[in-house]
C-alpha cells in the first residue's frame, strides 16, 4: 500500500465512525458520511476500484437510510392506533426537534409532533398520547435496521477495495 491509500483509507475510516455515530447521536448525517467518506477514498487514494455503478448503488443505500427514519416512525404511529395526522406531526416534530434542540428534541419532538397532529384531528387525548408514544418507538425501532444498512455499505467497500 501507498502512503495514498493509507491516508485516504484513514480519511474513509474517520468519516465511517463518524456517519455511525450520526445513527444513534443524530447530529450528525449518517449515512451521507459514510458515503462522502468513499468519495473521499477515492479522491485520495484513486477511483480505479471504485465505479460509478458502485457510488450509485452506495447512494440508493443512503436513501434508504435515510427513508428508514420515516417508514418506522409510520409503522410505530400506525401500528399504536395513530393516523396520518399523527404521523405527519411527528415527522414534523422530528424535524424541528432535531433542527432546534438537537438530541432531546428529537424524541422530543418526533412525541409532540404525533400528539398534535392526533389532536387536530381528533380530540381523543389518550389516543393522541398512545400515538405519539407509538411514534417514538418507531423511530428508535429503525435505529438497528439503519445501523445494519450503514455496516453493510462499509462491508461492501472494504471488499470493492480488497
Not at 28 to 48: C, D, K, N, Q, R
Not at 55 to 77: E, N, S
Not at 109 to 126: H, M, N, Q, R, Y
Amino acid at each position: 500500500m501507498d502512503i495514498w491509500t493509507i491516508t485516504g483509507l484513514l480519511v474513509a475510516i474517520i468519516f465511517f465512525i463518524l456517519g455511525l455515530v450520526g445513527t444513534i447521536i443524530p447530529m450528525l448525517p449518517s449515512a451521507p458520511l459514510i458515503w462522502v467518506g468513499m468519495l473521499a477514498y477515492g479522491l485520495i487514494a484513486g477511483f480505479e476500484d471504485l465505479s460509478l455503478a458502485f457510488f450509485l448503488w452506495q447512494g440508493l443505500l443512503v436513501l434508504l437510510v435515510l427513508l428508514v427514519d420515516y417508514i418506522t416512525t409510520a409503522l410505530g404511529t400506525h401500528y399504536f392506533g395513530g393516523t396520518r395526522a399523527g404521523f405527519w406531526g411527528a415527522v414534523l416534530g422530528l424535524l424541528v426537534g432535531v433542527i432546534f434542540f438537537n438530541l432531546p428534541g428529537l424524541l422530543l419532538g418526533t412525541f409532540l409532533g404525533a400528539v398534535a397532529g392526533e389532536l387536530i384531528a381528533s380530540p381523543d387525548i389518550k389516543k393522541a398520547l398512545i400515538s405519539g408514544i407509538g411514534a417514538v418507538i418507531g423511530f428508535l425501532g429503525g435505529i438497528p435496521f439503519k445501523l445494519l444498512l450503514e455496516i453493510i455499505m462499509i462491508a461492501w467497500f472494504f471488499i470493492v477495495i480488497i
